[in-house]
């Protein structure tokens, strides 16, 4: 090795170091974002199912589910009935990322048929 090229490998590695955290951490928010996909289709099927029931049993099913999609970690963002059947549409808060945060929305129906 000729004397002007010792020490050339260290900035090298300190750049693929530096570059393996950032994909390391960029694929971290990635499965955050899943997860939390996720958790907002669980939220919603819970709401729309809860919701059905309500309305089956002569209650306010848009109610339920506003309660159930809270009890959940999501927020109720439209609920619409016809007939006996409920659609509703939650959101949830998603990673933040570079000061950066999305919200993650989930729809579902249920009632009868």
């Known amino acids: 090795m000729s004397r002007d090229q010792r020490g050339s490998a260290a900035p090298f590695a300190v750049a693929c170091l530096g570059l393996l955290v950032l994909v390391a951490a960029a694929l ?19 709401a729309a199912l809860a919701a059905a029931r309500a309305l089956a049993h002569g209650a306010d099913g848009c109610g339920e589910g506003t309660r159930i999609a809270t009890v959940n970690g999501a927020r109720l963002v439209s609920c619409a009935v016809a007939g006996r059947e409920v659609r509703l549409r939650v959101e949830v808060t998603g990673p933040r990322w570079l000061g950066q945060s999305a919200d993650l929305v989930a729809e579902a129906r249920a009632g009868p048929g």
């Open 28 to 46: 971290g928010v990635v499965a955050a974002m899943i997860h939390a996909q996720r958790r907002a289709q669980s939220a919603a099927d819970l």
